[in-house]
């Protein structure tokens, strides 16, 4: 079966940082977009950050410049480098993995909580 297994969260300082990984298995990782969105309390989930298949890269405009989405297909895992961390960054990370075509695949991971406070 597909698991998505993220870690790497935790409780940061603010403008500290943080790598979360997410490991897949039971999908052909490299074919796969993959994605990182978050859900704070109360508001509903956001992408955060994507990257193809190919390597390209997209950010949400509150992590732009701060953030860093990668992959790496040999080791089915996607990271997400998050630097200068903002208490509003607080939430709960999923990590997401989507394929497009006659019928769209699309798998959640269980989270990891990232809580930036003093």
């Known amino acids: 079966q597909v698991q998505l297994v993220e870690s790497g969260g935790g409780l940061v300082q603010p403008g500290g940082s943080l790598r979360l990984s997410c490991a897949a298995s039971?999908?052909?990782?490299?074919?796969?977009?993959m994605n990182w969105y978050r859900q704070a309390p109360g508001k509903q989930r956001e992408l955060v950050a994507s990257?193809?298949?190919?390597?390209?890269?997209n950010y949400a405009d509150s992590v732009k410049g701060r953030s860093t989405i990668s992959r790496d297909n040999a080791k089915n895992t996607v990271y997400l480098q998050m630097n200068s961390l903002k208490p509003e960054d607080t939430a709960v990370y999923y990590c997401?993995?989507?394929?497009?075509?006659?019928?769209?695949?699309?798998?959640w991971g269980q989270g990891t909580q990232v809580t930036v406070s003093s």
């Open positions: 997401n993995a989507r394929k497009a075509g006659f019928v769209t695949e699309s798998y």
């Open positions: 039971g999908i052909r990782f490299s074919f796969f977009l």
């Open positions: 990257i193809t298949s190919g390597g390209n890269t």
